[in-house]
């Protein structure tokens, strides 16, 4: 009965090569964000899908790429990683897009470019 | 300037003791606050919402100073499962809500 679920929690992978990074929740929320922690553990948002629609989308390379099938999923593919995309990607979710409530994150994926 | 800034810590104190986190943010048009708490390699989970009044739960009691654009965690009679590290939030508007998150004041409660 996992609320936010993401896969794969851990990715060791090369340089240059495209992996992704799937996200679903089950709490009927309309909102589902992606959130990168770097090794100084700052949390900083990369992008926010309301209902299937971009609404953030912060200073992000576009090597990232989101993707939002439906309200309860949201995708994140990255291209031609680099070393600088080792981080824990965490996916979350909320009620609506006025971030008045709380988040519910996922266990988060662990990247690791070699 | 950091919009949401923390001492790192880490704070090391006994069981039973009160241990007091501060937090400054840089945006005045910030509207909403919260403190999360992370344990070591799991993900965040809102432990309060901080309110302008002040507010309490439990052992924990959070406040808000606006004119001073600072949040306080206090943690009263310490426990060893308060371990973990403690992230000040801040939700501003520019273009849509986001929340910005510190980068967490880690507390270590030693027997």
């Known amino acids: 009965d996992t609320a936010v679920s993401q896969t794969p929690k851990y990715l060791v992978t090369q340089m240059g090569n495209d992996k992704s990074i799937k996200c679903e929740q089950n709490?009927?929320?309309?909102?589902m964000y992606w959130y990168k922690q770097d090794s100084k553990k700052f949390l900083k948002i990369m992008f926010s899908?309301?209902?299937?629609?971009?609404?953030i989308n912060e200073t992000v390379p576009n090597r990232f790429s989101p993707k939002s099938p439906d309200k309860a999923h949201l995708n994140l593919h990255i291209n031609s990683l680099e070393l600088g995309d080792s981080a824990v990607y965490f996916c979350?979710?909320?009620?609506?897009?006025?971030?008045?409530?709380?988040?519910?994150f996922g266990e988060g994926s662990r990247l690791t470019v070699l | 300037r950091k919009e949401v800034e923390q001492d790192p810590g880490p704070f090391n104190v006994p069981e039973g003791a009160t241990v007091a986190f501060n937090c400054t943010y840089s945006?005045?048009?910030?509207?909403?606050f919260f403190w999360y708490r992370q344990d070591c390699r799991k993900e965040p989970k809102l432990l309060m919402s901080?309110?302008?009044s002040g507010n309490e739960d439990g052992r924990f009691t959070a406040q808000l100073n606006r004119a001073s654009q600072y949040i306080s965690l206090l943690i009263r009679d310490s426990k060893l499962s308060d371990s973990a590290t403690y992230l000040c939030?801040?939700?501003?508007?520019?273009?849509?809500?986001?929340?910005?998150f510190g980068s967490g004041t880690r507390l270590l409660v030693r027997p």
């Open positions: 901080v309110y302008s």
């Open positions: 979350a979710s909320s009620l609506g897009t006025k971030n008045t409530g709380e988040l519910f």
């Open positions: 945006n005045s048009a910030s509207q909403s």
């Open positions: 939030v801040v939700n501003k508007k520019d273009s849509s809500y986001k929340l910005i």
């Open positions: 899908y309301n209902n299937k629609e971009l609404i």
């Open positions: 709490l009927g929320h309309d909102t």
